[in-house]
């Protein structure tokens, strides 16, 4: 069945490192939407991205998609102690389904 | 933006207790929404897709008999867990969409403990 891979697992940083995830589908997708989620907390949509190759930037957080439409990535720049929490990305295709997400830790 | 809202957000019951969670999109037509469930440090894994008066098409491995789902309205749906058992203790997050291709907006979750 289709799989949706993120790497790495985990991430632990100092403040104002900066923070790569990479997402990888086993199949190609229509879309991939990026969430993060707070310990306790429930996702929270971030972005979708639909064209292949596309580049999308919200605040300090830059989202590409793959050329394939098969893979994605998510960098914060500098990071701060409000971007600590589980990044997921989600692969559409007929239904969609989550990475295994990333586990970001921030220490001041 | 889109709001949708779960109840109960935590439940703590017997062992063979029938547990219902509701699902609601409080500002939208949801015409597909997704029952998730998530273990601890874990990803959310599909567990149902529910159509508005259709039946749910269930993942594979989850038990269609076990875990109820009845979407009767376009802004309601429900998970019952029958007769719950310690091992189905987790997590469960439900989301809605308007259509194909939109992003899914999860509830807060319902943090289920069965002892």
Known sequence: GQQVMQIPQYQHVQ????????????????????????PGGHPVF???????GEVK???????????????????????????????????????????????????? | G?????HPSRV???????????????DFQATTMFWYRQFP???LMLM?????GSKATYEQGVEKDKFLINHASLTLSTLTVTSAHPEDS???????????DQPQHFGDGTRLSIL
Not at chain 1, 46 to 52: C, D, F
Not at chain 2, 12 to 26: A, N, P, Q, Y
């Open chain 1, 15 to 38: 403040e104002g490192e900066d923070f790569t995830t990479y997402c990888n589908s086993s199949t190609t997708l229509s879309n991939i939407q990026w969430y993060k989620q707070r």
């Open chain 1, 46 to 52: 971030l972005i979708q991205l639909v064209k292949s």
């Open chain 1, 57 to 108: 930037k919200q605040k300090r957080l830059t989202f590409q998609f793959g050329e394939a439409k098969k893979n994605s990535s998510l960098h914060i720049p500098a990071t701060q102690t409000t971007d600590v929490g589980t990044y997921f990305c989600a692969g559409q295709t007929d239904k969609l389904i989550f990475g295994t997400g990333t586990r970001l830790q921030v220490f001041p």
């Open chain 2, 2 to 6: 889109a709001v949708v809202s779960q």
């Open chain 2, 12 to 26: 703590i019951c017997k062992s063979g207790t029938s547990v219902k969670i509701e699902c609601r999109s409080l």
């Open chain 2, 41 to 43: 440090k874990k990803s």
């Open chain 2, 48 to 52: 149902a897709t529910s159509n508005e």
């Open chain 2, 90 to 100: 987790s997590f469960y997050i439900c989301s809605a969409r308007q259509g194909r």
